[in-house]
């Protein structure tokens, strides 16, 4: 049963360059969600897809944006990189509607701004 | 908007002691909370769930404490090994509504 991967695992940019993160979600699962987590700080929601489009988005401005594949997988883009935008970058899946079913995660994509 | 909080950063226990993680929440709404492990370099792996109509859920060694009029929960691990030592995040969402994480607690079983 293959879980959640994503890609790449490391990646170092520079500011105001862009960014394209991938996602696999578990097997069986159509609902992804992504999220940015800061050094020394929990997970913080990002936005979530489903059926293709976005359902629900955390406070994160419109220069991160994503897309979903009718196969499940998702991107994360994230335009005009900041410094500030350093961290590790998780994809979540889950089966069916929205939160409250348990989200899988996978092991995340180390993003460095310089 | 800090709605979920876990007070303590870091916990040190002796391996086959219990081991309590404690997360307090403000947001009466949530519904269902989750406990996550973490191991460095690794995505958070899922632990344990309960949702707001139970008040304990237990998997093994593990077991979530739901208190709704104190708006606080636990984990307790017991017996407590050195496998367990990582970080301990809670979770919890309202109304299949985005999770919100607490910031973690790093737990240390010494041997």
């Known amino acids: 049963d293959a879980g959640v991967t994503q890609s790449p695992t490391h990646l170092i940019k520079t500011r105001g360059q862009q960014v394209t993160l991938r996602c696999s979600p578990k097997?069986?699962?159509?609902?992804v969600s992504w999220y940015q987590q800061a050094l020394g700080q929990g997970p913080q929601f990002i936005f979530q897809?489903?059926?293709?489009?976005?359902?629900q988005r955390g406070n994160f401005p419109d220069r991160f944006s994503g897309h979903q594949f009718p196969n499940y997988s998702s991107e994360l883009n994230v335009n005009a990189l900041l410094l500030g935008d350093s961290a590790l970058y998780l994809c979540?899946?889950?089966?069916?509607?929205?939160?409250?079913?348990?989200?899988?995660f996978g092991p995340g994509t180390r993003l460095l701004v310089l | 908007d800090q709605q979920v909080k876990q007070n303590s950063p870091s916990l040190s226990v002796q391996e086959g002691r219990i081991s309590i993680l404690n997360c307090d929440y403000t947001?009466?709404?949530?519904?269902?909370f989750l406990w996550y492990k973490k191991y460095p370099a690794e995505g958070p792996t899922f632990l344990i769930s309960?949702?707001?109509?139970?008040d304990k859920n237990e998997d093994g060694r593990f077991t979530v404490f739901l208190n709704k009029s104190a708006k606080h929960l636990s984990l307790h691990i017991v017996p407590s090994q050195p496998g367990d030592s990582a970080v301990y995040f809670c979770?919890?969402?309202?109304?299949?509504?985005?999770?919100?994480f607490g910031a973690g607690t790093r737990l240390t079983v010494k041997p």
């Open positions: 979540a899946s889950s089966l069916a509607i929205g939160g409250g079913e348990t989200q899988y």
């Open positions: 097997s069986g699962h159509d609902t």
């Open positions: 897809y489903y059926e293709e489009e976005e359902r």
């Open positions: 947001n009466s709404m949530f519904d269902y």
């Open positions: 309960i949702s707001s109509i139970k």
């Open positions: 979770a919890a969402s309202a109304y299949h509504n985005d999770m919100r």
